[in-house]
DNA sequence: CATGAATGAGCATTCATTCAT
DNA sequence: CATGAATGAATGCTCATTCAT
């Protein structure tokens, strides 16, 4: 039997082509997808992605394993999804702020900052598999994902050195290490963020930008 | 991630007993279980706590992992010994930093962040697990080393306080809120540092040092 | 190889039923049948029976895995009709050259060797699954079709000791051993004959027949 | 955490170094390995290489599947030591033969398929999955073991030829298309061969090389 | 101290099959 | 006829841990 195969099957996948279609019950093959990518979601947020098993994710939905793979293609494909919708979004906020007129350049950096912050807080599970769980990419997917991110920073540097020009902020601050800062600070609200704590959004988020408008040497 | 996961075993460890024997050799015994601890760092640092096989650090120790059970309990409890290890040289610039005579509240706040980053840069690999695999220690454990951490957010606090009572810093500040900012970005480090990389450890600590002050209020 | 595995179904079948119908479009739904059976035999023979797919034969014709179960009850099911289909055509072959007249004992080997070979370097695929996949067939069928292929051998037995006794051949020659070198020979024609290869059908047909004869100690 | 590890570990594998020692109890290494094999043997053959499982294996053994992988890479790591072990067998007959001094090309030949046929009835199970189970080999694997056989082909070809120069043998066969009629006869012998069945091993190996003299036109 | 062998539970994944719509 | 969703059992494989020698 001439078994040249060798793998690579690339069979035409289930869902896909499912996209649009009207026949009653339809539309719930979106809203499943869904509700596979918020178990998912639950389940790597509360375990970590590598300590979270299939069977979990399948005891959530309460549907077999076996049956969850009627939407996935591995473990590995769940957190790409996973990741690739949340960047999609933190992707939209840069977006919006980059799209705001008539603001100067620390304004937009305080906007940027303060909406990134209260997403985080009104997605903690997301945002926390988002920076924890990375590495746990294929080196592929991983890298690509690493690329994107890297256009946030840039959008940060531009800003500062822009706001710097502009006389906004301290002349001296070296933009390259300062954003490494920034981020740090806005990304590690997912640890210590508590929904229903000590803080609420509004006052993390614009704390967050009054924070940032000071660490440029600017007067809030 | 909140990693719920206990299996807290406190078995009397073999080495418990073993502390401070005099037998000939011992001295190499103190300094077997430093490779060990050193071995599993790298481990765990390059394939993450929850990846990184007991097989993983018997090869790099050139042993087989039947052997490695004498010098450890568990997996766990290597991660333990690990955390515990470098929180006691976080605590101990904490303390150093404490002890400094003749020094205003925002310069030790400043001397508190530029040496704990300096660390960072310069243990990477255990900070890295330090701050990314605490989840997988069982509850008790966990617990107790988060308890130990909140000094270190008390510490900074106080400092604050004290700083905006001298004067030093902006009396707006919301300390509560601004200490974690301020970890974050110190916290941080560890995944964007890269040895021999565009930074080098003078300039991240020393920046960090000066982001701390601005982001404060206070002319650096 | 000696599969015991066991699961002989034979349940009532739909298309059992369905046989003889005449409904319009009834045309349809036996290029349909064949269509399902050479999607099969494409399947099976590039991935072998075991590691061959109810999914990869569905994606082969183009429709969902649940929907090839309209026309099948199983996948041993397809391959019992595969096999089935194969036997019949090979059969057609064994009674071909029995009918023919006026043809001698040794000119009738030559034709039966030279035309079964013909028949597989065109149908490579049905009869290399033929020849290595019997033994996936439920232990019944397995029989079954075992016993049916006797015949040939007995065809062929028998056309040697006419042959031995027309002064054909060698008289010293045992035939119920030769038949099994000589369906070695013709036979293993699946494992090296290539399409578009070294060889055309005719030669490898022709050559066979040669072989036969001569093996039989025999002049060409 | 630096997730570059990316997967391909080599791990300093656990067998393997242990050859040559001799405490006592050790050889028993060597021992349980051919016993990991000769189950494998049984078991590829009875149910086939695809169908067969590990568990199988485990279970002939006596041992539990996951003790299985002390001595296994994979399922196919297993296959693999089989296929190269039976090759490794039959090479050596071919060098055997062809170091045969004082022999003519003919005899030689009646030799190697005599010895081949001999090996063969005496080890059916292996030979079974030497032919019947190759192609389920990774493609590298897969493409070495069959250049490696194309060695036989070449031997056999080129003794036909000085055969035929020597006069020994019908000088108008084509011995590339018999060197393929020959191996069939050969190797199709795994199976109709049944030991303890009609023929004796001496009679199927002294009977081919009959049949391989007759074949090639030459006198026995 | 160290080895080699085994355990047993768990895991991601596949797959033939069923069935309501 | 066809789809989409689910089932449930099996499969290959990993791994922390144990323990006699």
Redesign the pocket.
Known sequence: VASEADKT?TRTT??G??AG?T????A??AR?EQEVLDAATKVFYSRGY???????I?DEL?????????????????LFRLLDETHEEVQAILEEVAALEGVGPLDRLREYFGRQVAYTTRNLAKMAIYYHDLDQLSAGRRKDLNRKRRVHEKFVIDLIEQAKKAGEVDSEIDANLTVNYLFGSMIWVYRWYKPGGKFKTDQVSQGLADFVTRSLGARS
Chains 1, 2, 3, 4 share one sequence.
């Open positions: 099957k289930k869902r082509a499912a279609r026949r009653p019950g339809r719930n093959g499943r590598s300590d979270a098993s299939v069977q979990d399948a309460g549907i077999l394993k076996g049956s969850l793979y009627y939407y996935i293609d591995s473990k590995e494909d769940l």
